[in-house]
């Protein structure tokens, strides 16, 4: 057990649905990231939080998704009209980092989305 | 933008043989990390080599850095069934987000 959890565990929905997903990273920590990871690859990085402030977002991050960290605590993902092409594990990582320095990266056990 | 290549993509081996999966950085890196994810589950840490030409050891497993930071190989010794897998290595050039390779799959043969 990594201690970060994501909700839902799986999320199936329609074409053109919203969808949001939480994560819950381990309480020390300072850093939270999000990937992305399809089937037969590595997670794809999505952006990340230090504390609440987002720093980093990657091209991947289309203008339907965003991410929100408001309490520098958990985090949300939400993807709006959802499409076929958004179906993937999102994983939901933890770390701890000072003076620029990280440590490791803990990951959440994923949410498995399916757009039908 | 920084690509990291891992090779062999798949890997069969004969229970009790070696293992050896090798990453490239196309950018110099900060660290780099390896990680294994089991079938249906979750990329799980396994190292993090920081230095220049660093070896780490962890049972049967070697886990080298090269001397100019672009390159790393993860080595088992005598593979045993738990070993089955894809082990990612994930480079990082600073306390940003990690750029994972495309994983090698480790299949074992009792």
């Known amino acids: 057990d990594t201690g970060v959890s994501q909700n839902p565990r799986h999320k199936i929905t329609k074409r053109g649905q919203n969808v949001t997903f939480r994560c819950d990273p381990i309480?020390?920590?300072?850093?939270l990231y999000w990937y992305r990871q399809t089937l037969g690859q590595g997670p794809e990085f999505l952006t990340y939080?230090?504390?609440?402030?987002?720093?980093?977002k990657s091209r991947l991050l289309s203008d339907r998704f965003s991410a929100e960290r408001p309490k520098g605590s958990f985090s949300t993902l939400e993807i709006q009209r959802t499409e076929q092409g958004d179906s993937a594990m999102y994983l939901c990582?933890?770390?701890?980092?000072?003076?620029?320095?990280?440590?490791?990266?803990?990951f959440g056990p994923g949410t498995r989305l399916l757009v039908l | 933008g920084q690509q990291v290549m891992q090779i062999p993509q798949y890997q069969h081996v004969q229970e009790g043989e070696d293992f050896t999966t090798y990453c490239n950085s196309s950018?110099?890196?900060?660290?780099i990390q390896w990680y294994k994810q089991r079938p249906g589950g979750h990329p799980v840490f396994l190292i993090q080599?920081?230095?220049?030409?660093e070896v780490k050891k962890q049972k049967r497993l070697t886990f080298q850095f090269g001397e100019a930071k672009k390159n790393s190989s993860l080595h088992i010794t005598a593979t045993q069934t738990t070993d089955v897998g894809t082990y990612f290595c994930?480079?990082?050039?600073?306390?940003?987000?990690?750029?994972f390779g495309k994983g090698t799959h480790l299949i074992i043969q009792p």
């Open positions: 080599l920081v230095k220049s030409g």
């Open positions: 309480s020390e920590h300072n850093r």
């Open positions: 939080f230090q504390n609440e402030a987002q720093l980093e």
């Open positions: 950018t110099t890196l900060s660290n």
């Open positions: 990582a933890s770390s701890f980092v000072m003076a620029g320095v990280q440590e490791t990266q803990y």
């Open positions: 994930a480079g990082a050039r600073g306390a940003d987000g990690l750029t």
